[in-house]
Structure formats: structure tokens, C-alpha cells
């Protein structure tokens, strides 16, 4: 089966291995779409990580959001049958950008086959940020901003309306990026790039602000502007300073949110099911593997919210 390796920065290649065998407690899946991460594949395959990543990486390193079809399951896997759609995440199993990876039947969720596989590729975000819900809690009368309107944002932007704070307002300098949360219906949207952008950030009173950039401009942003609370979301390995007596003046509490579990997935496969949630919207291209230094040089430069890769098939 073929699998990516990124070997060094800026440079992968297609290999071929041995298709992988079920032990007794897993299920065997060939992959219907993996979804690019947004904050790893571009620190990765340009080298970014420092000493964090070591190459050549691992055959299928490192992809961890993806939709796959059940082909064989070992005997002591319980709760599924050949043929289920399952959504997968990072733990359980390898990495998933080969034709086919093995999963602890426990790990995966299944979702109705009426869902199309390109929908449910994504959702692996989406169980991230239904725990970053949990992180954040009560939001009934609260104004919440989500800064930065990439995937995650417009992710935790759709999944804190269910949650029905008194206001939500977007924080984003991308005009692009404005506008499709726009049409997800946030009402308003406004930029920190300027210092009057932030001084009518700073009026609006935001009560606690989700941070999803990764970016260091994009946290101290997030300090300055909020009067309460900031839950970080986004990731970055970047050291940079703050002025800690700005914390001290607002009693300022600060979360972070990281990874899901198995329960946040499937809950999140049922909210798309039922319709509460839409991840079409983010999914801007669907590329072969082949084609992956390009499908990370779109999502660099911000010209892509989520790729979706898949391997082409013989007819």
C-alpha cells in the first residue's frame, strides 16, 4: 500500500509498505479522505518544530484527522462491522496518511453512512473544540470573541452558538477569512491590525475571548482586548514576552485547551448528523497526496481553510 514520508524539511515522498493486519482488538480501515491540520502539517514539512520533530518522520506522519471504511476487524473488536464509516483521531492507531491504518476498535467513532465522507473528515477538529467547550463552560450572558476565524475558529464559532452566549464577536485581519464567517452568520467581525481596531476592540467589553491563532501576536491580542478570561485554543512553540502586571490588574484567568477524547468525537458525529453544525463550508480543496508540498504551501499561506487529501485509485 502506498503511504507519505517526509523525509527532511520541504522534501516527502510516496512509498510503498505492507498493507497492516488487525490484532484481535483493532479494526482495519482504508482511508476515504485525511484532513490536513492546519497548525502541524506546515511546521512540520518546513522544519519549524526544532529538536520537537525528528526525520525522517514515520511512514504517514503526521496525519490525525481523517473518515475511513471498515475492511477487517479482529476477533475481539466489538461494536462494529465491515462496511461502518468511522472518524478517527490521532490516538488509537499510526498515523494516517497511508491507504490503509489500524485502529483500536474503541477509538473510532462511527457515523451514519447518509453523511458524505468529505463532511466527516474534519470532524476530528471539531471533537477538539466540543472539549474546549467543556473548558470554557457557562457562556449564557457572556460576550464571547473567537480570535482568529481559520478552521478552529469557525469550528468553536458554530459550537458556541448551541451554547447561546449574549454576543459573539470575531477577531480577524484576514478580509477573506471575515467573510466566510460572515456567511456562517457571525454578525460582526472586527480587526486588531490597527490601533484603532484595537481600541474599539478594547470598548467592546468582551468577557472572555478563545484564542485559536497559534500565533504570539495573536494571544497578546487576546490579553490586552479581553476584561476577564482567555481560553488559548491555537499552539505555539514560539517563546515571546507579556507584561504580567496587565494580568495582575484584571485578575486575568487564563486555560488552555488541547485534545479530545473518544467521547467528544462521537458526540460531535451526532451534532452533524442531526444537522447542528456544517463543516462543508471549511473544506476548500480536496487534493491528492501527490500533490503535498502544494497542498502545504495553500494552507501557509492562508489560501485554504481545510485540504482534504486522498490517493487516487485505479477505475
Known amino acids: 500500500m502506498k503511504a507519505l514520508q517526509i ?21 482495519l480501515l482504508r482511508m476515504n479522505y485525511a484532513a490536513m491540520c492546519n ?8 522544519g519549524l518544530y526544532g529538536d520537537l520533530i525528528k526525520y525522517p ?45 489500524t485502529r483500536k476498535a474503541d477509538t473510532v467513532a462511527r457515523i451514519d453512512r447518509k453523511v458524505r465522507p468529505k463532511e466527516a473528515a474534519v470532524l476530528e477538529l471539531f471533537g477538539c473544540v466540543h472539549h474546549c467547550m467543556e473548558i470554557v463552560g457557562v457562556v449564557r450572558g457572556k460576550k464571547v470573541a473567537v480570535s482568529g476565524l481559520g478552521p478552529a475558529g469557525l469550528a468553536i464559532l458554530q459550537m458556541l452558538r448551541l451554547r447561546k452566549p449574549r454576543e459573539i464577536v470575531g477577531i480577524e485581519i484576514s478580509p477573506a477569512r471575515a467573510r466566510l464567517a460572515k456567511a456562517l452568520g457571525l454578525a ?11 481600541d474599539r476592540l478594547k470598548a ?5 475571548i478563545i484564542e485559536t491563532s497559534g500565533c504570539p501576536a495573536g494571544m497578546l491580542n487576546a490579553f490586552e482586548i479581553t476584561r476577564k478570561e482567555v481560553v488559548i485554543f491555537g499552539f505555539t512553540n514560539e517563546p515571546f514576552e507579556v507584561d504580567q502586571s496587565k494580568w495582575f490588574q484584571k485578575e486575568l484567568v487564563i486555560r488552555n485547551s488541547k485534545v479530545q477524547t473518544i467521547d467528544n468525537l462521537r458526540a460531535v458525529c451526532r451534532l452533524l448528523e442531526q444537522g447542528k453544525i ?8 480536496v487534493m491528492p497526496f501527490e500533490r503535498y508540498a502544494e497542498a502545504v504551501e495553500k494552507l501557509y499561506r492562508k489560501k485554504a481553510v481545510k485540504i482534504l487529501l486522498t490517493w487516487k485509485r485505479p477505475k
Open 7 to 27: 523525509v527532511k524539511p520541504r522534501a516527502f515522498w510516496i512509498i510503498e509498505i505492507a498493507k497492516p493486519k488487525p490484532a484481535p482488538d483493532e479494526v
Open 278 to 285: 456544517r463543516t462543508r463550508n471549511l473544506i476548500s480543496a
Open 204 to 208: 467592546e467589553k468582551i468577557d472572555l
Open 39 to 46: 497548525q502541524n502539517d506546515y511546521k512540520i514539512f518546513y
Open 57 to 101: 518522520c514515520d511512514p504517514g506522519v503526521y496525519g490525525h484527522e481523517g473518515v475511513g471504511t471498515v475492511v477487517d476487524l479482529g476477533a475481539k473488536a466489538k461494536g462494529l462491522k465491515k462496511g461502518d464509516r468511522v472518524v478517527m483521531m490521532g490516538e488509537g492507531g499510526p498515523m494516517l496518511y497511508m491507504e490503509y491504518v
Open 188 to 198: 460582526k467581525v472586527l480587526s486588531p491590525a490597527t490601533s484603532q481596531g484595537m
